[in-house]
């Protein structure tokens, strides 16, 4: 499950990085959401220092080759 996740996430963040003007994807977790933030990760995202509204900021500039 957690394999097929990061490859769905890896997938959207394909398309939204090759799109006209998009420099970045950016994300926002539950500061509990463990699950969530290790699928971030393994797709390339890293944390940005912030919280946002639902939690803490990830960022991807670009996906890993």
Same mark, same amino acid.
Do not use: M, Y
């Given at each position: 499950?957690? =394999?097929?996740?990061?490859?769905?996430?890896?997938?959207?963040?394909?398309?939204?990085?090759?799109?006209?003007?998009?420099a970045a994807?950016e994300?926002?977790?539950e500061?509990?959401?463990?699950?969530?933030?290790?699928?971030?990760?393994?797709?390339?995202?890293?944390?940005? =220092?912030?919280?946002?509204?639902? =939690?803490?900021?990830?960022?991807?500039?670009?996906l890993?080759?």
């Amino acid at each position: 499950f957690g =394999g097929d996740l990061a490859e769905a996430v890896r997938a959207a963040c394909r398309w939204a990085l090759a799109q006209p003007g998009v420099a970045a994807v950016e994300a926002e977790t539950e500061p509990t959401n463990a699950a969530s933030q290790a699928v971030l990760r393994k797709v390339g995202f890293v944390p940005t =220092g912030t919280v946002g509204k639902e =939690g803490p900021r990830f960022i991807l500039h670009a996906l890993p080759a």
